[in-house]
């Protein structure tokens, strides 16, 4: 960019003017030839058309001032056709835009291909609990939900746990901290096992119930290979008139079949839950062994996989309370409570529960 300063004038005759307007032009024209960007534009605009610095305001103040009155006409002719060609520099310059250089850097190859938007999958745990879900649904159930901040009431003492009853110290429990001025039942805790929404479930409908609620429940369990303060279950209940161990071994045994495949045995053993009587423990033939007994069953053929059990009247009186048709004289019903995670391990054959939890694509994208 010129910035010589403006020269005196040697003349104010026609010859002296022509030249001196001349080599100023060449210089507005070499100036402008140099323009490459926004910024050269308004440098340029500063330099030649600046009201204070500008070399036209110079030429104003030097030239015209100084001319004898016979030549300022014509200076002042020949200064505005300097003026008009600058400012016409200037507008070719800022008009033709960002220069080719400038505009290659910014253009986009739409031959590349584009950006590969991943898609999402099922996690296991919620594809194994969709599984199990719609094996019962398929019989006729219905799906539920219940809060997983859940009140001592519906976590024990409806499910027949009384306050201060052993069976509690079974459950590792995580309470909300501050609740001690609530009474007992009040208090808030993180739900240990699903079934409080079988008690939810009773108090907002009448008999018959054909349900089941898949959940996260929460634990106070150190994690190790097949533990997690975190998992998840899926909870039956049916109450019906009638209903007997026969019509939960029958629905069970067609669950476990539906899940695992049709030549699965399952067995029954005595067990105990506080909100089912009698209680029983189902086991399965070991589906890697088919029951000859290998190490994951540690040589039993066996595996076992879920609690079940008939419904215990006292948790039948609970329902009642608001709803009486749930009169255990007249009505009779089955539970059952299972581990997801356990399934998902079985049947995906994982060995690591954290591996569950841990968003580690790697694993996660096996299931996709
Ligand atoms: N709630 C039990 C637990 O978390 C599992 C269970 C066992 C649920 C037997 C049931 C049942 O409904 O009948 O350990």
């Known amino acids: 960019m010129t910035n010589e300063p403006i020269p005196e004038m040697g003349g104010f005759d026609e010859a002296s003017l022509d030249k001196a307007f001349a080599a100023l032009e060449q210089q507005a024209r070499a100036d402008a030839a140099a323009i490459k960007g926004d910024e050269d534009v308004e440098a340029y605009r500063l330099q030649w058309l600046g009201r204070k610095q500008g070399r036209l305001n110079d030429v104003s103040s030097r030239w015209l001032k100084a001319a004898p ?83 001592d009431f519906y976590n024990f003492e409806s499910m027949n746990f009384p306050p201060g009853h052993p069976a509690r110290d079974t459950q590792d429990t995580l309470v909300i901290a501050n609740q001690d001025r609530r009474p007992l039942r009040d208090r808030l805790l993180l739900r240990t096992h699903t079934s409080p929404v079988q008690m939810r479930t009773m ?74 009587e009698p209680s029983a423990d189902v086991q399965i033939s070991c589906i890697f062994c088919g029951g000859k007994g290998c190490r994951k069953c540690k040589q039993s053929g066996w595996i076992e996989l879920l609690g079940c059990g008939m419904v215990d009247p006292a948790v039948f009186a609970f329902a009642a309370e608001k709803q009486p048709a749930y009169d255990p004289k007249k009505i009779s019903g089955f539970a059952f409570g299972m581990g997801v995670e356990r399934i998902a391990m079985m049947k995906y054959g994982i060995s690591e529960i954290g591996s569950l939890f841990a968003g580690d694509m790697r694993f996660l994208n096996q299931f996709a």
């Open 69 to 151: 009155a016979e030549a300022k006409k014509s200076l002042g002719q020949r200064f505005n056709a300097l003026k008009t060609t600058v400012e016409q520099l200037l507008e070719q310059a800022a008009g033709s835009g960002p220069s080719d250089a400038a505009l290659a850097a910014e253009a986009i190859d739409i031959t590349l291909p584009g950006t590969r938007r991943l898609l999402g999958a099922e996690h296991p745990i919620t594809r194994t609990m969709n599984e199990i879900v719609s094996v019962f649904a398929a019989l006729g159930y219905s799906v539920g939900v219940g809060p997983e901040v859940e009140t």
């Open 203 to 276: 108090e907002k409908q009448p008999p018959p119930v054909r349900i089941v609620i898949p959940g996260k429940v929460h634990r106070n369990d150190a994690q190790d290979a097949t533990h997690s303060p975190i998992f998840h279950q899926v909870e039956g209940l049916c109450v019906d008139t009638n209903i007997t161990f026969s019509d939960l071994k029958g629905t069970l045994d067609h669950a476990m079949k539906a899940l695992f495949g049709s030549s699965v045995k399952t067995r029954f053993f005595p067990s105990f839950f506080p909100f089912t």
